[in-house]
């Protein structure tokens, strides 16, 4: 019981013992020799004076109790809150970004405020300026600061971020966020590999044909970079007479000649003409 609680206490309890100690609360007490009418009357007095009593014992401790509680309740803390970047946020390796936090006092005055920025696994990500710890200083009830760290992405993985704010007597408070460093598959197009013609020529038509492979990077050096390719037939030679695996044929008729015939053992000459290297013969009547 704290001192100014027993110090009410003791007065009430003393005032209502002495008022029971009256000449004739205390013989009614006793031995109760008085005339009814006069206990009755002073009865009355006993019992208004016992529930004064309980009264005042409840403001004074009840409503002191609950004082009590909700001064108890608006306590001093620290608040910290990471706002930036965003929770499972992706940056690429060697890349830096920026913590930014914001630090809250509440309560009341906040004295030598320090936030520390910390990772895991400790090693992957790095802080340029070797400044893990930020001195915030004093800081007035509802007041608010940022503080930011510059950090880089050294080697792949996936890390937590954490910033913890301390202040003498004050219980730390903390937040945190992951973050993902990555390599991406393919920065440019040559990264996917080396485009070209592939494979041997061949034949459409009358035509010889080669492939041609494409290779690209889709969304380049990002997190979701990803590399595909395209094959695409290019004519390489229209043919004059034909495509033979993969090469025009030359003139089937160079060099042939057709030599002269007899109609139905006539003596009459027909001349021959060559087609796709074979003699044919016009016979008329």
Same mark, same amino acid.
């Given at each position: 019981?704290?001192?100014?609680?027993?110090?009410?206490?003791?007065? =009430?309890?003393? *005032?209502?013992?002495?008022?029971?100690s009256?000449?004739?609360? =205390?013989?009614?007490?006793?031995?109760? *020799?008085?005339?009814?009418?006069?206990?009755?009357?002073? @009865?009355?007095?006993?019992?208004?004076?016992? %529930?004064?009593?309980i009264?005042?014992?409840?403001?004074?401790?009840?409503?002191?109790?609950?004082?009590?509680?909700?001064?108890?309740?608006?306590?001093t803390?620290?608040?910290?809150?990471?706002?930036?970047?965003?929770y +499972?946020?992706?940056?690429?390796?060697?890349?830096?970004?920026?913590?930014?936090? *914001?630090?809250?006092?509440?309560?009341?005055? &906040?004295?030598?405020v320090?936030?520390?920025?910390?990772?895991?696994?400790?090693?992957?990500?790095r802080?340029?300026?070797? /400044?893990?710890?930020?001195?915030?200083?004093?800081?007035?009830?509802?007041?608010?600061k @940022?503080?930011?760290?510059?950090?880089?992405?050294a080697?792949?993985?996936?890390?937590?971020?954490?910033?913890?704010?301390?202040?003498?007597?004050?219980?730390?408070?903390? /937040?945190? %966020?992951?973050?993902?460093?990555?390599?991406?598959?393919? #920065?440019?197009?040559?990264?996917?590999?080396?485009? +070209?013609?592939? +494979?041997?020529?061949?034949?459409?038509?009358?035509?010889?044909?080669? /492939?041609y492979?494409?290779?690209?990077?889709?969304?380049? +050096?990002?997190?979701?970079? =990803?590399?595909?390719?395209?094959?695409?037939? %290019?004519?390489?030679?229209? &043919?004059?007479y034909?495509?033979? #695996?993969?090469? &025009?044929?030359? /003139?089937?008729?160079?060099?042939?000649?057709?030599?002269?015939?007899?109609?139905?053992?006539?003596?009459?000459?027909?001349?021959?003409? &060559?087609?796709?290297? %074979?003699?044919?013969?016009? =016979?008329q009547?």
């Amino acid at each position: 019981m704290s001192p100014e609680k027993k110090h009410i206490f003791l007065f =009430y309890s003393k *005032s209502i013992k002495n008022l029971y100690s009256e000449k004739y609360l =205390y013989q009614f007490a006793k031995n109760q *020799s008085m005339p009814n009418e006069e206990q009755k009357y002073h @009865l009355g007095w006993l019992v208004l004076i016992l %529930i004064i009593g309980i009264a005042i014992g409840y403001i004074a401790f009840g409503s002191s109790g609950i004082t009590g509680q909700a001064t108890a309740a608006k306590q001093t803390t620290t608040a910290t809150k990471i706002i930036n970047p965003a929770y +499972g946020s992706n940056f690429k390796e060697g890349e830096t970004f920026t913590v930014l936090a *914001s630090i809250g006092c509440s309560g009341k005055k &906040c004295n030598a405020v320090k936030s520390l920025i910390t990772f895991n696994p400790t090693s992957g990500l790095r802080l340029p300026n070797n /400044d893990a710890t930020h001195s915030i200083g004093t800081m007035l009830e509802g007041e608010t600061k @940022l503080t930011s760290w510059l950090v880089s992405g050294a080697s792949k993985g996936a890390y937590t971020v954490t910033v913890t704010t301390t202040s003498p007597s004050l219980s730390k408070s903390n /937040d945190l %966020i992951s973050v993902n460093v990555y390599v991406p598959i393919c #920065n440019a197009h040559s990264d996917c590999g080396t485009s +070209g013609y592939v +494979g041997p020529n061949y034949c459409i038509g009358k035509a010889v044909y080669k /492939d041609y492979v494409t290779y690209t990077c889709n969304l380049a +050096g990002t997190v979701n970079a =990803y590399c595909t390719s395209s094959t695409t037939p %290019i004519i390489q030679e229209a &043919c004059a007479y034909a495509c033979l #695996n993969g090469a &025009c044929t030359t /003139d089937p008729c160079a060099g042939v000649t057709c030599p002269v015939k007899c109609l139905n053992n006539r003596t009459m000459q027909i001349n021959g003409i &060559c087609n796709n290297g %074979i003699c044919q013969y016009n =016979y008329q009547n």
